[in-house]
């Protein structure tokens, strides 16, 4: 790993600051639909750009500042740790399995979108099972009365991933599909 890469430079600082606010305006505007929040999308799509440190950075800065617009409690320990396993799950192994398949850019892109949709299922269930350890409920329960939210929220990260890509993609420095 590239030193001058974990170095917390002003450069990287900003950019996690200004892509950390950006989550925080995107996940109140959107607060009103439940699970329609494009914020899973730009924290994937940072996993690529810019590496797992910035995009766990950026996830955690945005879970914790918009709880106190949105309501603060061990919930949002909870989203933390499922965004985590979500990011890392995408990282080093869905997204990489996108790479070695030889697709074309376009059907890369689908394909990269289909994952990042279901993310949004991977990460309700992490979420509903913290949620049925905190309340000391059935399991099962809670992925079933989720089971809907964690519906919208797959097919609004299949939507919002094509769509930014292309945004946050002009911040790179490399090539990246």
């Not at 929040?37 to 995009?55: K, M, N, R, Y």
């Not at 089971?147 to 790179?172: C, E």
């Amino acid at each position: 790993m590239n030193i001058k890469r974990t170095q917390l430079t002003l450069q990287r600082i900003s950019r996690i600051a200004i892509l950390s606010a950006l989550c925080v305006v995107f996940r109140y505007a959107f607060a009103t639909l439940p699970n329609i929040q494009p914020i899973t999308a730009i924290f994937l799509i940072v996993s690529i750009i810019f590496g797992i440190g910035d995009s766990l950075l950026i996830m955690a800065v945005t879970m914790l500042v918009s709880s106190f617009l949105l309501g603060f409690g061990p919930w949002v320990f909870f989203q933390i740790l499922s965004f985590a396993v979500v990011l890392c799950l995408w990282r080093f192994l869905l997204y990489p399995l996108t790479k070695i398949l030889k697709f074309d850019k376009i059907k890369t892109v689908t394909l990269q979108a289909f994952l990042a949709g279901m993310m949004g299922i991977i990460y309700g269930l992490v979420i509903d099972s913290c949620y049925a350890f905190l309340y000391n409920m059935p399991w099962w329960s809670y992925v079933l009365a989720g089971a809907s939210f964690n519906l919208a929220h797959a097919l609004s990260t299949l939507l919002f991933y094509p769509l930014l890509l292309p945004i946050l993609r002009r911040f790179s420095d490399e090539k990246v599909v």
